[in-house]
């Protein structure tokens, strides 16, 4: 059956026209300047061309490149996407040049050409394709990329290897592109935060000396990291209190007396909100009976507290070994 016409009608194509390349892209969710990357080295070029020159998108033509969208996004390099893309559509559309649309050939395993503009460099293949649905502000792409991501690898793996490096990129775009892309880490932020949460969703019960407190330190607000901590705490049957960004030091200290617990996770994104003598503090804090006294592990995570040298504060480098060291606080 033909739909072309029906499709045609739903993204406001008539029969008779077409889409500038500019429309398609604004559609599509991607810069004008990947439309035309994909029509010159993929084929994926229009049907149509006024006066010989303009491109102009017809239905057809953007229901190969809507499948094109959806094969990048999990991860597929950009030429074997098209090939498929081509092949799954029945289209060979005519190239920039105006010759025979041509089939890109496979892409060498373990290799992208990803159109994301993101330093990604040797990553995952899922991390191409959450930073393509990062980039095109696609929801629902990027749910499923990280849901799928967490239940493959592990919420650990993901963490470290899917999530963690896309963020990184996602912030050294952000950084070099002069105040742009922000609403891309704020959006791919968001998802993951949700991610997290949807994954480990249940608060365990509080049991006693097995409890942890995570929180960032005073004018600290970076929390998404403690989430994914929290996310794999929950995960092993661990308990943890959360207290978010910001925790100012009366209330940190309040909550550790409240709850007397195993380990304290304190979060510090730059030596300017690290604070040795509130971690010091927090570790010299006691309670219970006389003569059984009990102290917290402090564990300073997050790169703020990097060169600093703090006799029985751990610092675990990354989520495993923060995980591995509140077992062992909770088991000691």
Not at 76 to 90: H, I, Y
Not at 128 to 154: P, T
Not at 218 to 243: D, Q, S
Not at 296 to 304: A, E, K, R, S
């Amino acid at each position: 059956m033909d739909t072309t016409g029906d499709l045609g009608a739903r993204a406001g194509i008539g029969r008779d026209g077409g889409l500038t390349t500019g429309e398609v892209a604004r559609r599509l969710g991607v810069a004008p300047t990947t439309v035309r990357s994909w029509d010159r080295r993929y084929g994926l070029g229009p049907a149509l061309r006024a006066d010989g020159r303009q491109r102009r998108w017809t239905a057809g033509d953007m229901a190969r490149l809507e499948r094109m969208c959806a094969l990048t996004s999990t991860g597929l390099p950009p030429a074997e996407a098209a090939r498929l893309a081509l092949r799954e559509t029945g289209s060979h559309p005519p190239s920039a040049d105006g010759g025979a649309g041509r089939v890109p050939p496979p892409a060498a395993p373990g290799r992208s050409r990803a159109g994301t503009g993101l330093r990604l460099g040797g990553a995952r293949r899922e991390c191409k394709g959450v930073a393509r649905a990062a980039l095109r502000l696609d929801a629902a792409a990027l749910d499923g990329l990280l849901a799928a991501a967490i239940e493959e690898h592990g919420l650990v793996a993901a963490w470290t290897e899917v999530i963690m490096p896309t963020l990184r990129a996602v912030g050294r775009k952000w950084e070099s592109s002069g105040e742009r892309y922000v609403e891309v880490e704020h959006f791919l932020s968001w998802h993951v935060s949700g991610a997290l949460r949807r994954h480990a969703p249940h608060v365990v019960a509080g049991r006693p000396g097995a409890t942890t407190v995570l929180a960032c330190v005073p004018g600290e607000n970076h929390t998404l990291p403690l989430e994914a901590l929290a996310a794999a705490l929950a995960e092993k049957g661990l308990p943890v209190r959360m207290f978010g960004g910001a925790l100012p030091a009366e209330s940190l200290v309040a909550a550790v007396r409240r709850t007397g617990p195993a380990a304290v996770g304190l979060w510090a994104q730059s030596r300017t909100t690290a604070s040795p003598p509130l971690a010091r503090h927090v570790a010299a804090i006691e309670w219970g009976v006389r003569g059984a006294r009990r102290r917290p592990v402090v564990l300073t995570l997050g790169p703020g507290w990097a060169g600093r040298t703090m006799p029985g504060l751990p610092r675990p480098p990354g989520l495993a070994e923060a995980v591995a060291a509140v077992e062992s606080a909770v088991s000691g």
